[in-house]
């Protein structure tokens, strides 16, 4: 099932194209996102991107439509897309697996 357009345009929305700082490579491409807010809300971004300027971290195991889905919650959005019960099920591993809070 394609993602609602709301949820694909975070791909190419403001915050990762003028403040990403940090690019996702997942199983099945890239996605750049916001460093700083990763670092704020999961403990396993933070001490990793604490401790390195690295921009680019390996996320095995994870697709772009999952984080996609799971930006469309962290971000600043209005409103902010409800997640189905089916997406739900796709981002909880991915929130889970980066613990965040």
């Known amino acids: 099932m394609a993602l609602?357009?709301?949820i694909a345009a975070l791909a190419t929305h403001p915050l990762n194209e003028r403040g990403a700082g940090l690019?996702?490579?997942c199983d099945d491409?890239?996605?750049a996102v916001m460093r700083d807010m990763f670092e704020v809300v999961s403990p396993?971004?933070?001490q990793l991107l604490?401790?390195?300027e690295e921009r680019v971290v390996k996320v095995n195991g994870t697709t772009r439509e999952q984080w996609l889905l799971?930006?469309?919650q962290l971000y600043p959005l209005v409103p902010?897309?409800?997640l189905t019960p089916e997406q739900l099920g796709k981002v909880l591993p991915?929130?889970?697996?980066v613990a965040l809070t």
């Not at 991915?94 to 697996?97: D, F, I, T």
């Open 4 to 6: 609602p357009a709301d």
């Open 23 to 25: 690019v996702l490579q």
């Open 29 to 31: 491409g890239e996605l």
């Open 44 to 46: 396993f971004f933070g």
């Open 50 to 52: 604490s401790s390195t």
């Open 70 to 72: 799971l930006l469309s």
């Open 80 to 82: 902010r897309p409800e």
């Open 94 to 97: 991915v929130a889970h697996k």
